[in-house]
């Protein structure tokens, strides 16, 4: 048999993680699993909940220009991370948004992939954005923030020390 899930949030990853143990036969490694994913964000929460919270924004395509939005678990770690996504109030994964509402709402720092990082820098449209111009482009490491799996506790870690340079676990 065939199973697919949807996983857009964080609670989806466990949810699932759960479904496959039950599954597979093997609840108690799933148990294992969520337990320690869930761990892993507790403890970036905690060392990052009296911090500054840089406000973010996360593009995922160019054109049209689509970003994290609240509904996705890529918008949690950023918020896990000690970050605010501008657009974490928007109910999609990643919507459509004008490069105007981008500029009006001004993040501190823009999330980016490395050739992401290269193309804004060198946009004269990017520079407009203040992160930009002030080389707040942080490159993310995409191995370990962009699928929702047992690498989540990681990913937070991972934009933690970008948002907050120096912060120890």
Known sequence: PTVA???????DFARVTRALGALSGDTAAARLTVDSVTAALDAVRRA??????PTAVWPVWETPLLVIGGASFMSELVEIAGG??????LAQPSPQVAFEDLLRRDPDVVLA???SRLRYLASPRWRALRAVQEGRVLVIDTNLVMRPAVRLGEGARSLARLLHPGITF
């Open 5 to 11: 899930f949807r996983v857009d949030r964080i609670a």
């Open 48 to 53: 990052t909940a009296s911090l500054a919270r």
């Open 84 to 89: 605010r996504n501008v657009f974490g109030t």
């Open 113 to 115: 992939g490395p050739n």
